[in-house]
């Protein structure tokens, strides 16, 4: 069983700064897609950005392009998202995803392990 661990999230003014982390257990954490997604209150669960297995491929949300850049510490089973110029809409709780699979998705569905999530607020 995958255990994945979220950190990070806090409460912090538009225009600054955030790093989350998620820390994935098992042996095959190098193998596998990760990916960051979020929820708002009364809102869907959306995409926000994916990373391969090396890490060379990454996708992101066009609402958090130029501004998020997700990666990952293979030999520390970690996957971070560093967040800039966070806006008031940013504001969710952030969940970290793994899928059984090198490549990642935009798809929610496609990924086998959720960790528990960790609050952002962005205030105005």
């Known amino acids: 069983q995958v255990q994945v661990v979220e950190s990070g999230g806090g409460l912090v003014q538009a225009g600054g700064s955030l790093r989350l982390s998620c820390a994935a257990s098992g042996r095959t954490f190098s193998s596998n897609a990760m990916a960051w997604f979020r929820q708002a209150p009364g809102k869907e669960r959306e995409f926000v950005a994916t990373?391969?297995?090396?890490?060379?491929?990454?996708i992101y949300a066009d609402s958090v392009k130029g501004r998020f850049t997700i990666s990952r510490d293979n030999g520390g089973n970690t996957v971070y998202l560093q967040m800039n110029s966070l806006k008031p809409e940013d504001t969710a709780v952030y969940y970290c995803?793994?899928?059984?699979?090198?490549?990642?998705?935009?798809?929610?569905?496609?990924?086998?392990?959720w960790g528990q999530g960790t609050q952002v607020t962005v205030s105005s």
């Open positions: 995803a793994t899928k059984r699979t090198r490549w990642g998705s935009t798809d929610a569905e496609d990924y086998d392990y």
């Open positions: 990373i391969s297995w090396s890490g060379i491929a990454v």
